[in-house]
């Protein structure tokens, strides 16, 4: 079927089950960000791949809600599916359930399955339209029916890691989670999220693209664990090493069986990270506490173990980085480049690395105005040739058994604007500054993209995605709770704590400019006034110094990008050859 087929037939669907709005999150029982091929439920509905969105359906209109990071891309997967794009004003909320509200009449009928919608969204939709006589629905499942050959959940075998590599056993995390279970009178806690389950049973696998999660559920009280996962992924070994650390294994699909029938009088789950149907079978009587996975701020604070690791793999990227921005100096004049070619050259030098498992999302490699998608991904429809002129923006990660990388550099292959040059050192200034930033003990999210943002505002120009997240080790590349962006989150930057400082700049139709390093949260000093924090840059790889008007630098700005340049070399220096290293060295030589 096409797109347009498959719309006519949900809504026959819709018809006959009285439905009349139904929602489609971009989700699964895990509330995931990037997904398994069986849950792409978006895409195949409508032909939209980015990772962020919301379908709404109604018989005479189809939208997608998404933010600005999609609107291009959206305009033109969704041309001829018979869905329009509907802009989100701020990124996250449930602006559909508004939409609906106002275009439904009292008596009508919203669904959604939920199996692939949060708690959060689920409890969103319901205040907005319930109060407005909607009855809304969350069990009602349209795309099973419709989907043929709908692919198969993964199989691939999951492995532990060693406690040397993760620095903290899995006796030792339980632990920890069930001190946070008992602050909370909390009898039992489940765990849907796949890198919460990953990070407190020392677990991964390849369920997920990019994301080295494993498929499953883990039910915590006192005194069991329980991992409910395909039972196929596990080799006797594991199985064993598991139950010596208190876990106990048991099939995928008897979770919800464990949720309807629970025997405690209170459970812990997390509404941003447990689907609505888990926490609609849990029985009437058993008190609900709804707050963040404690794994989630536990993971967020890295132990030394995992910051050692996290800076030699760091080494390892740079060489990667290093030795593919050499080749691409020569590759682009020799012709027969393009967008999906040099990514495909970058996962090549990255693969070369020790202990390398996987790119750790899809490389954004944005040539001209491309750059200016900031979550583009090429196909073979939108493929450009590279050539010797404009800016070429490579956002791109790894995942090593020793961490994960998250890196974006923006290179001219040939006759810059002015314009380009002043948007490229505005962006500049503003990741110097957020990396310089010095702070008080507690300070927020959305205080270091005050900062980040501060010089790029001076100028009159923004952007429209937030200045940082989270990041895992060797896990999600996009990890909470902590977050830069505008939002006012409730969540102190705690040493320890490894985030992006990614500011940017996009004229459409033109080019898009981004630069981004990992940097590590640490005390920095106190006073009379309290302690402070500031961070340590992690990422090794020279930013362009071509593209820089110095005469719009300060003196700080120019001595940071100097020293940054030079550490970068002497970090990498001793991994290149005779040639890597003398043409490293003519990129970080000082301005």
Avoid at 146 to 164: H, I, M, S
Avoid at 522 to 530: L, P, Q, T, V, Y
Wanted: with cysteine; hydrophobic share 40%.
């Amino acid at each position: 079927m096409t797109h347009s087929e498959k719309l006519t037939a949900i809504r026959s669907l819709m018809k006959e089950q009285g439905v009349d709005g139904y929602i489609i999150p971009s989700s699964d029982p895990h509330i995931s960000e990037y997904l398994p091929d069986r849950y792409k439920c978006i895409a195949w509905t409508s032909g939209f791949t980015g990772s962020a969105g919301t379908l709404v359906i109604t018989q005479d209109f189809a939208g997608l809600w998404t933010d600005t990071r999609y609107f291009v891309q959206a305009n033109e997967q969704l041309a001829g599916s018979g869905f329009e794009l509907v802009k989100l004003k701020v990124q996250g909320n449930a602006e559909y359930a508004d939409w609906l509200g106002e275009h439904l009449t009292k008596g009508a009928k919203v669904a959604f399955d939920g199996n692939l919608a949060s708690l959060l969204v689920a409890q969103s939709v319901q205040q907005i339209l319930k109060p407005l006589d909607i009855v809304v629905d969350g069990h009602v499942d349209l795309l099973s029916p419709l989907w043929e050959g709908r692919p198969a959940l993964p199989l691939a075998k999951a492995y532990l890691l060693a406690d040397t590599t993760t620095g903290q056993s899995t006796k030792s995390k339980l632990a920890a989670v069930r001190t946070v279970l008992a602050k909370n009178r909390a009898q039992a806690h489940l765990v849907s999220s796949l890198d919460d389950l990953a990070w407190l049973l020392n677990i991964r696998g390849r369920d997920v693209p990019c994301n080295p999660v494993v498929l499953g559920f883990v039910y915590v009280t006192a005194d069991e664990a329980i991992l409910y996962i395909e039972t196929a992924k596990l080799d006797s070994e594991t199985v064993i090493s598991l139950e010596a650390s208190g876990v106990t294994v048991k099939p995928y699909e008897e979770v919800y069986a464990q949720v309807s029938n629970l025997a405690v009088e209170s459970i812990l789950i997390d509404p941003k990270r447990t689907c609505f149907a888990i926490y609609d079978s849990i029985p009437s009587g058993v008190k609900i506490i709804e707050k963040i996975n404690p794994s989630a701020s536990l993971k967020a604070i890295k132990n030394e173990v995992e910051i050692g690791h996290t800076r030699e793999t760091m080494i390892n990227d740079g060489v990667a980085m290093t030795k593919f921005f050499k080749w691409l100096e020569s590759a682009v004049p020799a012709g027969g480049e393009s967008e999906i070619s040099i990514a495909a050259r970058l996962q090549e030098f990255r693969e070369e690395q020790p202990g390398f498992n996987d790119i750790s999302f899809g490389t954004i490699a944005g040539y001209l105005d491309h750059g200016a998608l900031p979550h583009y991904s090429a196909s073979k429809e939108s493929n450009y040739d590279l050539k010797t002129s404009g800016l070429l923006l490579v956002d791109s990660g790894g995942q090593y058994q020793t961490g994960t990388t998250d890196i974006t550099r923006v290179v001219s292959l040939g006759n810059i604007t002015q314009e380009e040059k002043e948007d490229y050192t505005t962006v500049l200034k503003g990741t110097i500054e957020g990396s310089q930033a010095i702070y008080p003990q507690g300070s927020k999210g959305y205080q270091i993209d005050a900062i980040t943002r501060r010089p790029i505002w001076a100028t009159l120009r923004n952007y429209g995605h937030g200045t940082g997240h989270g990041v895992g080790f060797f896990l999600n590349v996009h990890e909470g709770p902590q977050t830069f962006n505008a939002a006012n989150i409730d969540v102190a930057i705690e040493a320890g704590m490894i985030s992006s400082i990614e500011p940017g700049l996009y004229r459409e139709g033109k080019h898009g400019i981004r630069i981004e390093n990992l940097v590590l949260s640490k005390r920095a000093d106190s006073s009379i006034f309290g302690e402070f924090m500031d961070f340590e840059t992690l990422t090794i790889c020279y930013i362009a110094t071509d593209l820089v008007d110095k005469t719009l630098l300060d003196q700080q700005h120019i001595n940071w990008l100097n020293q940054y340049n030079q550490w970068v070399y002497d970090k990498l220096e001793g991994r290149l050859n005779d040639d890597e290293k003398a043409w490293l060295k003519t990129k970080t030589q000082a301005i």
